[in-house]
């Protein structure tokens, strides 16, 4: 894969300022600030890159959680890096989740198990406030981002296996456009492209940076970046 980067978008919208927004708040009104932000979003497609591929296909159902941790100054988004010796996504940054059981009700229970799998987060923990557009990956997946809001302390336990690491970044980064730069890739002979936000040493990139994306417009209820559906 070789990459290029392009510009981002020129003159972007003035995002919803969560700093101002939700400083202050209890935690039970930033849980419904949130909520009801989530549910007043303009529907709007997340970017599967190469859909044109998966035509005729079926689709293996998935989700996975978006994970916000309140604070009385901030909101933060939790997130993993995979370990370097996985088959699939090695050393990519996640959200913790996967493919749906036959056990799991709804996608908020298959978020919900595999967090606790992944990372050893309890449930409880999760205070579930809606659900994002949907996602679907290249490698077939329908995936299903559900929100949740986290009380610190954490009790975390990751799955040496599969996580190497559960860190935070600020929200605030992700209500930004400008911070989310277009790569264009070669790979096989076809062309294609994804989206890519960096945090210190780290990339975040594909699908979880589709999903950020999408999480920064359904807060701050502006149109981001231009969805084109292949």
């Not at 890159?49 to 994970?67: H, I, M, W, Y």
């Not at 901030?74 to 989740?97: A, E, Y």
């Not at 780290?202 to 994306?213: C, E, N, Q, S, V």
Request: aromatic content about 8%; some cysteine.
């Amino acid at each position: 894969m070789t990459p290029a980067t392009r510009n981002a978008m020129p003159n972007p919208p003035t995002p919803f300022q969560a700093s101002s927004a939700l400083q202050g708040l209890s935690f039970d009104d930033c849980l419904t600030r949130i909520r009801e932000r989530l549910a007043h979003a303009k529907p709007h497609k997340l970017r599967g890159d190469r859909l044109q591929d998966l035509q005729g296909k079926a689709l293996t159902p998935a989700s996975v959680l978006v994970p916000l941790v309140y604070y009385p100054t901030h909101l933060s988004v939790l997130l993993t890096q995979r370990t370097d010796h996985l088959r699939k996504h090695p050393s990519q940054i996640s959200f913790p989740g996967g493919r749906a059981e036959s056990s799991d009700a709804t996608p908020e229970a298959t978020a919900l198990r595999e967090s606790q799998e992944e990372i050893g987060l309890s449930a409880e923990q999760v205070h579930l406030i809606g659900r994002l557009p949907n996602y679907i990956t290249i490698t077939g997946f329908d995936v299903t981002p559900v929100v949740g809001l986290l009380a610190p302390p954490l009790a975390l336990m990751p799955d040496a296996n599969e996580v190497a690491e559960a860190f935070e970044v600020p929200l605030q980064l992700f209500l930004h456009p400008e911070n989310f730069i277009e790569h264009q890739y070669e790979l096989d002979g076809r062309t294609g492209s994804y989206y890519a936000v960096n945090y210190q040493h780290r990339f975040i990139w594909g699908a979880t940076a589709a999903m950020l994306l999408s999480l920064g417009e359904s807060l701050t209820h502006q149109p981001f970046l231009e969805y084109q559906p292949e």
